[in-house]
Every structure is written in structure tokens, then in C-alpha cells.
């Protein structure tokens, strides 16, 4: 694999707009209309290799603009050559949806037609974009198979694959099914691979699956953004909700709070809106319109706070977020990227927040080694009474205390 590993400097000149990069003067005419004006380092990077037809893993941290560093390569290949199809993969429909927007923005001038192939949406919606004969293709790996296991959908002809976030589809088992996606697409594919994160299982892709692919990464992988605060706090499982109502009351804006299952989304919203502030959900339990009604509530400030399973953490684009809060520890040290990553996107400064439980601090000093920093311990401010119990049971009072709050969990290697 070839490697352009780079770090942010001044090498980069964003002086220098998109043009240079090997873009068509109208693609460039379109962007400028757009207010694209500056390319992200990793559109910098990425942008002339994919025009130039290499195979590409692309590795930056979230909100840095992978689907643009995708997407214009892409579209200018596609509709110079007036033949073939472009395939983007993507691990969640908010995800597909997202991208689908930004690709209409800058390919609508165009003609360009694409199909969304997601679960939850109108299934004869879906073979009337097929029957359109699209330019690009944009789902989830579950409903693509279901088109290709129906005959409804041919990949002979797909000239460029794209797997965002790839290494949250393996997370969520989409291994068979990428797998057999690769394999029904022509080996002469361009195909390119993006995710903040790059485990074994997606090296294997690029060593099996892609022709000498140049590897881009800006940051080392894990690298968390770099304006944002983190700071934590030691709790036990019943003062979570007195603090998570502490913390609503002093920061007033947007506030993104991920928690582990469907069911405590579910009671976490109803909690906060018995506090009076509007509140949506987005789970796995919840249909493709309600989570999409959810999701642009929260982005036009419609909701002010908007509670979430590990279904928002990759790639949704909300801008202004103040406050993420971990009300629960994501399983893996790489989630806790990808979440707070929802907070001080494209330059702008953040916080996160999390609620850590004594018996978690190994989770700790595993964030912690990953992003090469220690999370900062605060001391646990003094909560308001407990409400009385209108929709969330409480929980059983933990067994273990902690003692001294300065400590650090984090132990270099």
C-alpha cells in the first residue's frame, strides 16, 4: 500500500482553493456557487488521486468532509465517461440519506440521477430509481443485498465503489454482506475505502479486494478533534440523571447525549422533555420517517436536545452542537472518536461530557491510550433532588465509591 500520510501544515495552503486539484472547471464553477471554497486536508490529499482513478483508504477524523473527498471524483468520472455507475456503502440510512444530499448539491447541475437503497423507505420508490437508470447508487448493505438476491439490481457495471465508514459496517456484522457485494462488482473497479478508524479486518479489503491502493491519512488514526474539551465525571448509576439535568440547565445550547441501548434513549428523552425542553430520539425502534423527522428537528433547532443510540455517531452533520454527553461509555475505545466527533466539526470548539462508573476505568484507559491524552476528571457538582419518578424507574444505588477524584486513569505505554 502506498502511503501520503500527512499532518495538518502549511504545506497544505488552503490558499489555493480546489483548483489544482485536478477538478473539471465546471465541477469548480459549481463548487464556488456552493460557498466551497477551501478544501479539507483530507479533500486535498484524496481529491487528485481518486481523479487520476487509484484506489484509495482514506483515514481522517470524523467531520473532516470525506463525502465531498468521494463524491466529486466520483461524479466527474462517471458523467465524463457517460458509462458505468458509481456504488457508495454506507453503515446507517441517516448516513446514506446525508450523502445522497450532498451528491445531488453538487451533480444536480449535472443531470446527475441517483437511487437510495435503504431499509424503511418504499421498496417500488426504490425500483422506480433502479428502472431511472442512475448514475450512483447510495445504501446500506442489508437492502442492497436484498435488491441483488431479487434480481432487481446488477452490479456488472460499477465502475467506482465506495465503503464509508467501514469499519463501523464490520462492527454492525456486514461482513457477508460487503463481502458479496465486492464480489457481484467488476474487478476492474476504482474502489476506495474512508473511515477515521482502520482495524486489521478493513486492511485485509485493501490487501484482497483493491489494486495498490494509496493510503491518505491526515491524523493518525484515533485521533480525536482537536478543538474539542473532554472532561468526566465518576458517578454512580442513580445520580446519572441529576447530573445529565444539572448539565442542561448550565449549557444552553444544542446537546447531542448517546446512550448504550434503544430502551434508555427511550427513557432518557422522556426525562428530559418532563424537564420542559424539547427532545427527539433516534434508536433502531424508531421508523426511517420518525428518525429522519428527528434528526432535522434537531438540525433546524426544533429540538434542542436530540438523545441517541451508537446509530448517530458516524458522519451526521449537524453543525453548532455544544455539548455531546456520553450518558453511557460506547463499547469501544473508537466510538468515543466517532461521538464527540458530533461537537466542534470543521474547525469550530466543542465539549464533551462523560459519565463514567467506577468499574468502567479500564474503558477509560482505553480512550484514553487511543487518543494519546488524558481525560480530565472533574469533581462532582451538587445535584438537585431527585424529581419525582414519572417515567424512569430508578436504579439500584452501586456498591463501590470512589475515592479521589484526581486521579488519572490513563498509563502511557
Known amino acids: 500500500m502506498i502511503n501520503t500520510k500527512t499532518e495538518h501544515s ?61 463524491g466529486i471524483p466520483m461524479i466527474q468520472r462517471i458523467l465524463q465517461a457517460n458509462r458505468g455507475k458509481g456504488l457508495i456503502i454506507l453503515p446507517t440510512r441517516e448516513l446514506a440519506l446525508q450523502s445522497n444530499e450532498m451528491l445531488q448539491k453538487i451533480g444536480r447541475p449535472f443531470g446527475l440521477k441517483t437511487a437510495v437503497l435503504i431499509g424503511g423507505s418504499s421498496m417500488s420508490q426504490q425500483l422506480q430509481a433502479i428502472r431511472n437508470k442512475p448514475h450512483i447508487i447510495i445504501g446500506t448493505p442489508g437492502r442492497i443485498i436484498d435488491h441483488l438476491q431479487q434480481k432487481t439490481l446488477s452490479f456488472h457495471d460499477v465502475t467506482v465503489l465506495v465503503l464509508d465508514e467501514a469499519d463501523c459496517m464490520f462492527d ?122 428527528a434528526l432535522d428537528g434537531f438540525k433546524l433547532g426544533k429540538y434542542r436536545v436530540l438523545v441517541a443510540t451508537d446509530i448517530a455517531s458516524r458522519g451526521i452533520d449537524v453543525k453548532g452542537i455544544e455539548l455531546v454527553i456520553n450518558y453511557d461509555l460506547p463499547e469501544s475505545a473508537g466510538d468515543y472518536v466517532h461521538r464527540i466527533g458530533r461537537t466542534g466539526r470543521a474547525g469550530m470548539a466543542g465539549r ?11 474503558k477509560i484507559m482505553e480512550i484514553e491510550r487511543l487518543i494519546q491524552s488524558m481525560l480530565k476528571i472533574s469533581q462532582l457538582p451538587e445535584l438537585p433532588a431527585p424529581r419525582p419518578i414519572q417515567s424512569i424507574q430508578q436504579d439500584s444505588r452501586e456498591k463501590h465509591h470512589f475515592q479521589g477524584h484526581t486521579r488519572r486513569f490513563y498509563r502511557p505505554k
Open 172 to 293: 454492525m456484522g456486514f461482513a457477508a454482506q460487503i463481502k458479496q457485494i465486492l464480489q457481484a462488482t467488476s474487478k476492474d473497479r476504482q474502489t476506495m475505502l474512508f473511515s477515521a478508524t482502520m482495524p486489521e479486518n478493513i486492511v485485509k479489503i485493501a490487501t484482497s479486494h483493491m489494486k495498490l491502493p494509496v493510503r491518505v491519512e491526515i491524523d493518525r488514526q484515533g485521533t480525536a478533534a482537536k478543538k474539542v474539551e473532554h472532561e468526566l465525571f465518576i458517578v454512580k448509576k442513580d445520580q446519572k440523571n441529576r447530573l445529565l439535568d444539572k448539565l442542561l440547565l448550565e449549557y444552553k445550547g444544542s446537546v447531542l447525549v448517546f446512550c448504550r441501548t434503544k430502551f434508555g434513549a427511550k427513557k432518557i428523552c422522556r426525562d428530559v422533555r418532563n424537564m420542559g425542553i424539547a427532545t427527539a430520539e433516534i434508536h433502531s425502534n424508531r421508523s426511517l420517517a420518525q428518525r429522519r423527522e
Open 352 to 362: 464533551a461530557i462523560s459519565f463514567v462508573m467506577i468499574e468502567q476505568r479500564n
Open 10 to 70: 502549511l504545506s497544505d495552503n488552503p490558499e489555493h482553493g480546489f483548483g489544482g486539484l485536478g477538478i473539471a472547471p465546471k465541477m469548480l464553477a459549481v463548487l464556488d456557487q456552493l460557498n466551497f471554497k477551501t478544501p479539507t486536508p483530507i479533500q486535498r490529499k484524496a481529491i487528485p488521486v481518486a481523479i487520476q482513478g487509484k484506489d484509495i483508504v482514506g483515514i481522517a477524523q470524523t467531520g473532516t468532509g470525506k463525502t465531498l473527498a468521494l
